[in-house]
Nanobody
């Protein structure tokens, strides 16, 4: 059983930056693909970014491409989401997810474990 704990959320002004972290425990972190998803009020959960176990292959939603960067440190069992040039529409709860067998990083149904989420609020 893998446990995921997100941190780093908060309130930031538009144009600002935040770095989210997701610490994993209870499993072999380096074997898992990792993803970040978000859910805004009254909206469906959406894919933000994903990274395969090796750290080489990544994928981003079009809405964050060029502004967000996903990375992982397998020695620290942690995945990061560096967010820059934040916009009010980035306001959401951000969730970290881990999956053992992932064909598409964008598909939430392929992930096995989820964190509790961290709130990101971007003011205009």
């Amino acid at each position: 059983q893998v446990q995921l704990v997100e941190s780093g959320g908060g309130l930031v002004q538009a144009g600002g930056s935040l770095r989210l972290s997701c610490a994993a425990s209870g499993g072999t972190f380096r074997r898992y693909a990792m993803g970040w998803f978000r859910q805004a009020p009254r909206k469906d959960r959406e894919f933000v970014a994903g990274i395969m176990w090796s750290g080489v292959n990544t994928d981003y939603a079009d809405s964050v491409k060029g502004r967000f960067t996903i990375s992982r440190d397998n020695a620290k069992n942690t995945v990061y989401l560096q967010m820059t040039n934040l916009k009010p529409e980035d306001t959401a709860i951000y969730y970290c997810a881990a999956g053992n067998v992932i064909a598409s990083l964008r598909n939430a149904n392929e992930y096995d474990y989820w964190g509790q989420g961290t709130q990101v609020t971007v003011s205009s």
